[in-house]
């Protein structure tokens, strides 16, 4: 149980294209979730906390209009790289709150070309 | 959320037991640690917690010392599979809708 989908795992995308990732809870529900990002040698670093039906709050240095974060439903959040850049590449991660812990999705692996 | 300190690497032979430690002197009270891995390019995973007794699942074991300023972290057979990066957390639980921040962590690196 407690199982976080995160798609797709990988992409690859020009820049100056929008690439949008999705986490879905599978079988709990979430009212908060979490958008992370990794870059290569270096530790997890929070991007965002996802309400659900509620605007997300960004860390600070985190730009929300460029990494836009939609929390539509119980299960589904959604972090949308817009404009990217290579600069933009990195693993992204993100979290479910199960209120008695936390589940991890798998990752999205970005390349912006 | 108090800081933790953890050395940045660590070699386990195959078989061994692992033992990873992790200082946490300023923890309060009312916080919990918590140990999550990360294999690389993959998610993180939660391993195990405890406030103040020693804990074991089917994962690993967790030592906390009596003064609760550091905890060992034990995979008693290391396997292959158990190379990756070993993050010891400590915060107050129950605290939905706040995030886990993660430290720099331990590089585990198990070899046959």
């Known amino acids: 149980g407690a199982v976080v989908s995160q798609h797709p795992s990988w992409v690859i995308c020009k820049s100056g294209t929008s690439v949008k990732i999705e986490c879905r809870s599978l079988d709990f529900q979430a009212t908060t979730m979490f958008w992370y990002r990794q870059f290569p040698k270096q530790s997890l670093m929070l991007m965002a906390t996802s309400n659900e039906g509620s605007k997300a709050t960004y860390e600070q240095g985190v730009e929300k209009d460029k990494f836009l974060i939609n929390h539509a439903s119980l299960t589904l959040s959604t972090l949308t790289v817009t404009s990217a850049h290579p600069e933009d590449s990195s693993f992204y991660i993100c979290?479910?709150?199960?209120?008695?812990?936390?589940?991890f999705g798998s990752g999205t692996r970005l390349t912006v070309v | 959320d108090a800081k933790t300190t953890q050395p940045p690497s660590m070699d386990c032979a195959e078989g061994r037991a692992a033992n990873l430690p992790c200082n946490h002197s300023?923890?309060?009270?009312?916080?919990?640690v918590y140990w999550y891995r990360q294999i690389h390019s993959q998610g993180p995973q939660y391993i195990i917690h405890g406030l103040k007794n020693n804990e074991t699942n089917e994962m690993a074991s967790l030592i906390i010392t009596e003064d609760r300023k550091s905890s060992t972290l034990i995979l008693p057979h290391a396997t292959l599979r158990d190379t990756a990066v070993y993050y010891c957390i400590v915060r107050v639980a129950g605290q939905a809708g706040t995030a886990l921040i993660f430290g720099k962590g331990t590089t585990l690196s198990v070899s046959s």
């Open positions: 979290s479910a709150d199960r209120g008695n812990g936390y589940t």
């Open positions: 300023t923890i309060s009270g009312n916080e919990y």
